[in-house]
């Protein structure tokens, strides 16, 4: 009879591929990886996986850096399109200050003494329905509210000691400003109104507030969540998302300068930035701007998960290679 031994090839007679190990026998089976082979190869299995590991580790925080830098570009983007929104209204109310400060029914109106707010008001409405949109306020000399149209919140008061009015008290020509009043950012225009004489008469603000159709069409055109606050009080914010407010009530309580910041709220991150909206008074409202996460990094998932391939491949290829490597022969004695 015969019976089947394996065994591994002499140092005399060396191996299939020319190595020349020491031979082990163990319970008939020879095998030529000794003890010191195993080790190394569990060292390079070592090294070459964590390389790989790292590898992927580093693309993924620069990954995660490139996306926050995108996000951070987006909110750039959104701060640009809501200045340059407020931009063209302040153009726009200076110029129709020029022309209806020219309105000859209101130039002799105010010019009679005596003449009561009713009055006033009245062709202030008249003069407004050409506009349809926002205010006309007509000023003291001294700056305080005489008469109004579209802002009843602001009647009566005494404005003499803001920026927009001692601004427009030093100069001939149509000055803009802003005043936030009531939980609210009026942008305007303010025209001294002159009869006769060189000293002004009155002063005729036209002026529009910083609403909620501002904030949707700047959020709608940059995908940018946008809110006014002053302090960490939100006035204003678009898009209409209860998730989002939280995260600007956060953002407007921590945040204090215009460095884009990560936050997370209730598990999701977020890119924020605050500025501080020029020419607003002593209130000083702020522009709160936010940017989920989740949005940009689902269009990176894919290339995420495929940083992990490359340590997985490595990891086969050298299980691969020491298999192949393991040569068992089986002969047969007499």
């Known amino acids: ?18 190595s020349s190990r020491t031979p082990s026998v163990r319970n008939g089976v020879t095998t030529t990886a000794g003890g010191a082979g195993r080790v190394m190869a569990i060292v ?34 959104a701060h640009k399109t809501f200045e340059s929104i407020r931009a063209r209204t302040l153009e726009n109310l200076q ?6 400060v020219e309105d000859p029914r209101l130039k002799s109106t105010l010019a009679t003494d005596g003449v009561d707010e009713a009055t006033v008001a009245d062709i202030l409405g008249d003069i407004a329905k050409l ?24 009647r009566g008061l005494d404005l003499s000691g803001s920026s927009a009015v001692k601004k427009a008290q030093a100069t001939p020509e149509a000055t803009g400003g802003s005043w936030v009043i009531g939980g609210k950012i009026f942008d305007l225009s303010l025209m001294p109104v002159r009869f006769g004489g060189a000293a002004p008469i009155a ?20 995908g940018v969540a946008v809110a006014t606050a002053t302090g960490s009080n939100i006035m ?20 204090e300068s215009s460095q884009s910041r990560l936050f997370e709220v209730n598990g999701e991150s977020y890119v924020a930035a605050i500025t501080e909206l020029e020419e607003s ?8 701007l936010v940017q989920p996460l989740a949005r940009t990094a689902a269009s990176f998932s894919t290339i995420r998960w495929m940083l992990f391939i490359p340590p997985l491949l490595v990891l086969i290829a050298v299980l691969f290679a020491m298999t192949a490597n393991r040569r068992i022969v089986v002969v047969r004695q007499p």
């Open 44 to 77: 390079i299995i070592v090294l070459t996986v964590g390389a790989a590991c790292v590898w992927s580790l580093v693309g993924l925080r620069q990954l995660t850096s490139s996306t926050a830098r995108e996000n951070t570009e987006h909110l750039v983007h």
């Open 281 to 288: 008074g002593q209130a000083r409202p702020r522009l709160v």
């Open 203 to 222: 002063y005729l603000v036209v002026g529009q507030a910083v609403d909620q159709n501002m904030l949707n069409s700047v959020a709608d055109q940059t």
């Open 131 to 154: 506009r349809r949109t926002g205010f006309l306020i007509v000023l003291t000399p001294e700056g305080r509210v005489f008469a109004q149209a579209g802002a009843e919140e602001l």
């Open 236 to 255: 204003l914010s678009a898009p209409a998302d209860e998730a989002l407010k939280a995260v600007f009530a956060l953002v407007a309580g921590q945040a």
């Open 95 to 100: 110029a129709h200050a020029r022309v209806m």
């Open 1 to 18: 009879m015969s019976s089947d031994v394996r065994y591994s090839p002499s140092a005399s007679e060396g191996t299939a591929t020319g």
